[in-house]
């Protein structure tokens, strides 16, 4: 009942982020920092984390999948 009351008089209410009324407090704008608000390296960063993910992945899977896939032992 308070929120409600609350709202009806205009006044903000934080959620679970942090954030009032689904906008970030003034001078900040939702990412820290300068990086974080250039939206080209935050492309190029998620670009290279999930390059990076992916040859992990491949890089430990693609053995155990080929030798069995060409019932080889691992002395051939």
């Known amino acids: 009942m ?20 689904g906008k970030w407090p003034a001078g900040r704008s939702g990412r ?23 040859a992990a992945v491949t890089g430990v899977l693609l053995p155990p999948v080929a030798v069995s896939a060409l019932h080889a032992g691992t002395s051939r």
Do not use: H, I, P
Request: proline residues 0%; charged residues 35%; hydrophobic residues 25%.
């Open 32 to 54: 820290d920092g300068l990086l974080g608000r250039n939206r080209d390296f935050r492309q190029l960063w998620y670009a290279e984390t999930t390059g990076k993910s992916g």
């Open 2 to 21: 308070a929120v409600r009351e609350r709202e009806s008089r205009g006044e903000g209410v934080a959620d679970n982020s942090g954030k009032a009324d």
